[in-house]
């Protein structure tokens, strides 16, 4: 990828929250912990879940660039969603964890050079070769993701009735 390309993502990346937040406001407070199925994410455990998957990704981000031959460990959201009782966590926070990570992260982003986006880890679901321009590449579309899942969500409740979420 080259320079430009990377730019475009690191604005993709920069708008992340503003998407998320986007969504988050066309989603009615009543519905925000209904769930679709009752495997999926609620509304509300969908910024839960932005929330602990930006700060892992801020981590990773400074391990590859940082560390020879990082390690990079993957985790299941559905299990941390679980055990870290997402549907209970509060949302404002969690939203603002998202913001924060992410305006704490641009700024490197904008300073690294050719070199640095060529440093690259082992992460242990994607293998080899995680380098710094894949991460770019992985969390310039998560937010974006997952605003459209926000979309869907209400979507789905709205088609279903407007149910209540409890």
Not at 2 to 14: D, F, K, P, T, V
Not at 58 to 83: C, F, K, M, S
Request: charged letters at 25%; glycine letters at 6%.
């Amino acid at each position: 990828m080259n320079s430009a390309g990377r730019q475009l993502l690191i604005e993709q990346y920069e708008k992340g929250p503003a998407e998320l937040e986007s969504a988050l406001s066309h989603a009615p407070e009543s519905m925000r912990k209904w769930r679709p199925e009752p495997s999926e994410f609620s509304v509300h455990e969908i910024i839960v879940h932005c929330a602990d998957s930006e700060t892992n990704s801020h981590g990773r981000i400074r391990y590859v660039l940082a560390e020879e031959n990082a390690q990079i460990v993957g985790y299941d959201p559905g299990h941390w969603a679980t055990r870290f009782n997402y549907a209970d966590h509060p949302l404002e926070p969690a939203l603002e964890t998202v913001k924060a990570v992410r305006a704490n992260t641009v700024p490197i982003l904008r300073r690294l050079t050719e070199g640095d986006w060529a440093k690259a880890g082992t992460h242990s679901e994607h293998g080899a070769g995680y380098s710094a321009e894949l991460w770019l590449k992985i969390y310039a579309e998560h937010c974006r993701e997952h605003a459209a899942q926000i979309d869907a969500t209400v979507a789905a409740w709205r088609a279903a009735g407007e149910p209540s979420s409890a």
